[in-house]
C-alpha cells in the first residue's frame, strides 16, 4: 500500500518561510511525477510545484519564484516556500502520479500565513 507522508507545515508570518517534506513508501511502480498541490476552503485543489522523472520541475502560475521543488531520492520530494503571503495559507498534498497515470495523495498539512 502506497503511503505519503507530508511534514513540515505550521504557521508563519508574511514574509517566512518554511519547508515541507514528503516521504513516500510501498511504491512499486515506476513514479512519473511527484510534487504538491494546495487547496484553501472552498476552492479546488491547485498544482504548486511536481518534479517530473526526467527532472523538469512546473510551478503554478502564483509562485512567481518563491518556492522550489527538489527531489533528493526517488521517493522523497520537498517544497522549500518563501516570501509568503496570507494567500498562501492552504493545506498542501503531496502527489506521486505513476508511470501508468495513477494518483496518490498523501493526508496534507496545514500552512498558514499571518497578516
Known amino acids: 500500500q502506497v503511503q505519503l507522508v507530508e511534514s513540515g507545515g505550521g504557521l508563519v508570518q508574511t514574509g517566512g518561510a518554511l519547508r515541507l517534506s514528503c516521504e513516500t513508501s510501498g511504491a512499486t ?3 512519473d511525477r511527484m510534487g ?3 487547496q484553501a476552503p472552498g476552492q479546488r485543489r491547485y498544482l504548486v510545484a511536481v518534479v517530473t ?3 523538469t520541475r512546473l510551478y503554478g502560475d502564483f509562485v512567481k519564484g518563491r518556492f522550489t521543488v527538489s527531489r533528493d531520492t526517488a521517493t522523497n520530494v520537498y517544497l ?3 516570501s509568503l503571503k496570507p494567500e498562501d ?3 498542501y ?3 506521486v502520479r ?3 497515470g495513477h494518483d496518490y495523495w498523501g493526508q496534507g498539512t496545514q500552512v498558514t ?3
Do not use: E
Open 98 to 100: 505513476s508511470s501508468a
Open 89 to 91: 495559507t492552504a493545506v
Open 93 to 95: 498534498y503531496c502527489h
Open 53 to 55: 522523472a526526467s527532472g
Open 29 to 31: 511502480f515506476s513514479i
Open 113 to 115: 500565513v499571518s497578516s
Open 36 to 38: 504538491w498541490y494546495r
Open 80 to 82: 522549500q516556500m518563501s
